[in-house]
């Protein structure tokens, strides 16, 4: 049973606009939240993260946002530009909560097209 | 700093055989996560090393092992390799246990044949 979805495989969006890649998790024990970025043939690049005691964080052109009500997270990128094409994944932990259990969970990841 | 590094980067083997994998975290890191990534399950933990201790395990079956020497360093090792094993193995490591963020490695690539 998969416990973080990533709902869609992927996402095209024309450069200068915003992207808002979306995440869905069902345990509840989960407290901790990243997001990476991939490249083929390259490890996942840490993006952003968020505690489950916040419900936005923001870096530059990242912003992610948390509903723990509807078990939902968005990253959202503005202004999307060429070299953000690549697969996001979607992590979540719980680690601060599940005593110990620091394993990150991953979705199945996006992957982002930017349109020129 | 460095970030974190692993070796090979790419691997052949067939089945029966058995593979070590090498990672070296980031510099003043204890924590060493691995995850194997393949294109059916997508990313997956498998372990995870703090201060030469296994902290968690994932859902692998025993033939998958690793260790943590004194440096942080950490090797995995798959025995009696089957072809199913054949998938991208990302290390990761992080200043702390407990929650925080990890960076990853670029991943060995091991083909089973």
């Known amino acids: 049973d998969q416990q973080v979805k990533q709902n869609s495989p992927s996402l095209s969006v024309q450069e200068g606009r915003i992207s808002i890649l979306n995440c869905d998790y069902t345990n509840s024990m989960f407290d901790y939240f990243l997001w990476y970025k991939k490249y083929p043939a390259e490890g996942p690049t840490f993006l952003i993260s968020i505690s489950s005691i916040k419900d936005k964080n923001e870096d530059g052109r990242f912003t992610v946002f948390l509903n723990k009500s509807a078990k939902h997270l968005s990253l959202h990128i503005v202004p999307s530009q060429p070299g953000d094409s690549a697969v996001y994944f979607c992590?979540?932990?719980?680690?601060?909560?599940?005593?110990?259990?620091?394993?990150?969970?991953f979705g199945k990841g996006t992957h982002l097209i930017i349109q020129p | 700093k460095a970030g974190v590094t692993q070796t090979p980067r790419y691997l052949i083997k067939t089945r029966g055989q058995q593979v070590t994998l090498s990672c070296s975290p980031i510099s003043g890191h204890r924590s060493v996560s691995w995850y194997q990534q393949t294109p059916g399950q997508g990313l997956q933990f498998l372990f995870e090393y703090f201060s030469e201790t296994q902290r968690n395990k994932g859902n692998f079956p025993g033939r998958f092992s690793g260790r943590q020497f004194s440096n942080s360093r950490s090797e995995m090792n798959v025995s009696t390799l089957e072809l199913g094993d054949s998938a991208l193995y990302l290390c990761?490591?992080?200043?702390?246990?407990?929650?925080?963020?990890?960076?990853f490695g670029p991943g060995t690539r091991l083909t089973v044949l």
């Open positions: 992590a979540a932990s719980a680690g601060a909560s599940g005593g110990g259990a620091d394993g990150l969970t």
């Open positions: 990761a490591s992080k200043d702390r246990a407990g929650v925080g963020t990890q960076y």
